[in-house]
């Protein structure tokens, strides 16, 4: 099942940066990741959040995204990571079905689609 990982980015120093993206994108791909988001445009609907940018990666499973996090590729990114950028960073798990309709909606989420956050 495919995960995603997602990361509320914000650059930092601008060197450090380029170095930053200068390696990530080689080690994502080589362990099955493909962008679905680089830091495009945002617009908050609902709520106060307002990230700076959003990137998005698909991985074909966790144990893809395990890897490619754990990978001599991108501990090299990491060396600078702290100095290039503050980040949040999820994976969270795709679905095992498409939920086209609020039936398949609520048989995927369960509970957790009627409870307010």
Known sequence: MAVYVISDTVPQDPQAWETYIAVAPASIARYGGRYLARGGHIETIEGSWTPTAIVIVEFPDADSVKRWYASPEYAEALKVRDKALRRNLIAVEGVAAQADDPA?????????????R
């Not at 398949?104 to 307010?116: I, T």
Request: glycine residues 8%; positive net charge; hydrophobic residues 40%.
């Open 104 to 116: 398949k909606l609520q048989a995927l989420l369960g509970d957790r689609a009627s409870k307010p």
